[in-house]
């Protein structure tokens, strides 16, 4: 059982917006800005689409926007492309002796 | 720009270590931690523990205490991760990731780790 908590799966058609949501704790998610999103194609390793809650590194796309409120941060893809379908992590800093913690991912369908 | 190169597949049979190296560049080794993950096939992602490479501090998530190393060779950039007593369930990919804080944000390519007698 992961951490954080995820929907197992979502989708969404081309050109339609979707959010994927990962709860966790005030320990978590909840206490501190330190929240980051990956994509994750397969057979390849995650790559960085959000960090610090609404962050995105560079050369991420803009449809891709994170928030938080309370113990639940978000993550929305706009405009929804094919080359979207992946899967999806969310992380979080954890005040606990693990120092990070990832939530069980979500796999995104673009119909 | 950033690169983390990780070492080959490895096969071991139950019992025996495993040790995964990361060779970091176009960065500075010593400015950023190291975390490691894992993956088991069609699971989610694990965090293992983090080092510092500049003062080498490790933190190792409890699951992992006493059976995972976290080293550095700071002459060559590279890291390098220990997992000791491996049984079935330690067949993963293992990934290295540079650490911004508490945020992996650039992976190495895996590393397969089967163990299987």
């Known amino acids: 059982q992961s951490a954080l908590t995820q929907p197992a799966s979502v989708s969404g058609s081309p050109g339609q917006s979707i959010t994927i949501s990962c709860t966790g704790t005030?320990?978590?998610?909840?206490?501190?800005?330190?929240v980051s999103w990956y994509q994750q194609h397969p057979g390849k390793a995650p790559k960085l689409m959000i960090y610090?809650?609404?962050n995105r590194p560079s050369g991420v796309s803009n449809r891709f926007s994170g928030s938080k409120s309370g113990n639940t941060a978000s993550l929305t893809i706009s405009g929804l492309q094919a080359e979207d379908e992946a899967d999806y992590y969310c992380?979080?800093?954890?005040?606990?002796?693990?120092?990070?913690?990832f939530g069980g991912g979500t796999k995104l369908t673009v119909l | 720009q950033v690169q983390l190169v990780q070492s080959g597949a490895e096969v071991k049979k139950p019992g025996a270590s495993v040790k995964v190296s990361c060779k970091a560049s176009?960065?500075?080794?010593?400015?950023?931690?190291i975390n490691w993950v894992r993956q088991a096939t069609g699971q989610g992602l694990e965090w293992m523990g983090w080092?510092?490479?500049?003062?080498?501090?490790?933190g190792y998530a409890q699951k992992f205490q006493g059976r995972v190393t976290m080293t550095r060779n700071t002459s060559i950039s590279t890291a390098y991760m220990e997992l000791s007593s491996l049984r079935s369930e330690d067949t993963a990919v293992y990934y290295c990731?540079?650490?911004?804080?508490?945020?992996?944000?650039?992976w190495g390519q895996g590393t397969l780790v089967t163990v299987s007698s």
């Open positions: 990731a540079r650490g911004m804080g508490p945020v992996p944000d650039y």
């Open positions: 176009g960065y500075t080794f010593t400015s950023y931690d």
């Open positions: 080092m510092n490479p500049n003062s080498g501090n490790t």
């Open positions: 005030s320990s978590d998610v909840g206490g501190y800005n330190y």
């Open positions: 610090e809650v609404s």
């Open positions: 992380s979080s800093y954890t005040s606990s002796s693990t120092r990070v913690v």
